[in-house]
């Protein structure tokens, strides 16, 4: 019973199976309550007329009661007795083996000398057995009884017929329906193994692997948000893949030079201390490269993870004021002119760390990819309810094509040039990641007198500065 299918089959036809008792039983059991009241009605009606034909009569006896009885209508009832107050049969309408001269205490008659009515009638056998009674009075003395009995086979035909079509009638209808429901259940749970299927070959790793599933309902709509999912984990899959290619490659590169420069300096003899001391710095910078990246793929993933500090009302104007302070010795090294503009009204909801990651790491790559006597301009400022920061320079800009690919991880624009400069790949990434995790935007363009500029957005708040 494991089944899916199994458990609608059974479903289907425990239901069928209630509608169809019930469809077998009510009608039968009004049909017969109908009767019920009616022979009770008619039945009555014949006692009634025989008790008024005796209520002349002081006392009762067997010759009077017969001549009172002879003047009564044919009614067609099975049986008639009349008894005396004490129970003694004075007439009997059954022709032979009559009961005249005993004494009968059928329930009706007994309830009758008690002075009730009394009615009783039962269906079985496909016939219907009336039983009534009424008191005869005179002067409000009961003299005695009258009781008849009807044994009614033609109503209780028709009821039977009623029965017999009614059993008919439910056997194809709940052949029919089983089969509807057969099939729908088919249907359904043709759709749930397909997603099913779908969900094992995902499980397993393909992808790329997409469910088709008819149709607009629940079942059908839970197949698009499937397919809408794979491709989402398709695309996360990839992402994370070239990601982990990426990295692999960017660390290779400088585990390699460092290998390279220890097995240089481990086989060369008698090697002069100068280029030791030379190739020991190397080994030094080549680490030192790898440190960042390393920081610099914790800091992704600390990002992907959803990790992120409490973020507080932070004053933007302060943390660039310090990452200008420190970027002015390195732009200094390079004959850059390094400034800035900035706004004291420019408060966001985040952390001192990340606005300085942020500044930082566009500065430093503005500084990075400038040349020599060129230009970086920094500015700060707030407009229609937001925190703009914009930092310029006046170098080769961005190729049009690489835009859209800018903020990716591990992408460069020139890889040669981009790992001279001692930069990870990684730097814009991070700005892109930290910012958009407190709701912000950040995006590059170049400028139309030549360079590129990279736009940061963040909410603004008002408030107290952390």
């Known amino acids: 019973m494991d089944s899916l299918q199994a458990k609608f089959g059974l479903s289907y036809i425990l239901i069928i199976a209630a509608v169809l008792l019930l469809l077998n039983t009510y009608p039968l059991l009004v049909s017969e309550d109908l009767v019920f009241r009616s022979k009770e009605t008619t039945l009555q009606a014949s006692v009634s007329v025989m008790v008024y034909s005796l209520s002349g009569l002081d006392r009762l006896n067997e010759e009077n009661v017969a001549e009172a009885m002879a003047v009564v209508e044919e009614t067609g009832l099975s049986r008639i007795l009349v008894t005396n107050s004490s129970g003694k049969v004075l007439y009997d309408s059954r022709e032979t083996g009559g009961a005249v001269g005993e004494y ?22 496909g016939a219907f057995r009336s039983h009534a009674s009424s008191p005869v009075l005179y002067q409000n003395r009961i003299i005695g009884a009258v009781y008849a009995y009807e044994y009614d086979t033609e109503q209780g035909a028709l009821l039977g017929g009623l029965q017999g079509n009614l059993m008919r009638l439910s056997m194809g209808v709940g052949a029919v329906v089983l089969a509807l429901s057969g099939l729908l259940s088919m249907a359904l749970t043709k759709k749930i193994s397909e997603l099913l299927t779908a969900i094992r070959e995902v499980r397993e790793g393909a992808y790329s692997h997409r469910t088709e599933i008819r ?31 990426d990295a692999s490659h960017e660390l290779k590169t400088p585990l390699a030079a460092i290998r390279l420069l220890t ?32 920081e610099d793929l914790l800091r992704l ?62 500065t430093d790559n503005a500084i990075k990819y400038s040349s020599v006597g060129g230009a970086v301009q920094v500015s700060l400022r707030r407009e229609r309810g937001q925190v703009v920061l914009s930092v310029e320079d006046n170098g080769a800009g961005i190729p049009e094509t690489d835009l859209p690919r800018i ?25 892109s990641n930290t910012v958009e995790k407190r709701g912000g935007t950040v995006s590059a363009a170049n400028r139309a007198e030549g360079g590129a500029v990279f ?12």
């Open 104 to 125: 009968t205490f059928y329930t009706e008659i007994v309830q009758a000398l008690l002075g009730n009515d009394a009615f009783r009638c039962a269906f079985r056998d």
């Open 215 to 245: 149709g607009r309902d629940e079942i059908a709509q839970l197949g698009q948000e499937f397919n809408s999912l794979t491709d989402r984990l398709q695309t996360t899959e990839n992402a994370r893949r070239r990601f982990v290619s």
């Open 263 to 294: 097995d240089s300096i481990l086989q060369t003899e008698n090697i002069d201390p100068a280029i030791t001391r030379e190739f020991v710095s190397d080994i030094g910078a080549e680490a030192e490269r790898l440190t960042r990246i390393t």
């Open 301 to 362: 993933t600390r990002l992907d993870s959803g990790v992120l500090d409490t973020p507080v009302v932070v004053d933007v104007l302060p943390v660039l004021e310090q990452v200008m302070r420190m970027m002015s010795l390195v732009a200094h090294e390079k004959k850059i002119d390094l400034t800035y503009v900035a706004s004291d009204d420019c408060t966001v909801l985040a952390t001192r760390d990340e606005i300085h990651q942020v500044i930082y790491n566009l």
């Open 407 to 431: 903020f990716e991880r591990f992408y460069r624009v020139d890889k040669a040039r981009s790992r001279e400069a001692g930069g990870t790949g990684l730097g814009l990434s991070i700005v």
């Open 455 to 466: 736009t940061v957005c963040w909410p603004g708040v008002e408030g107290g500065t952390a």
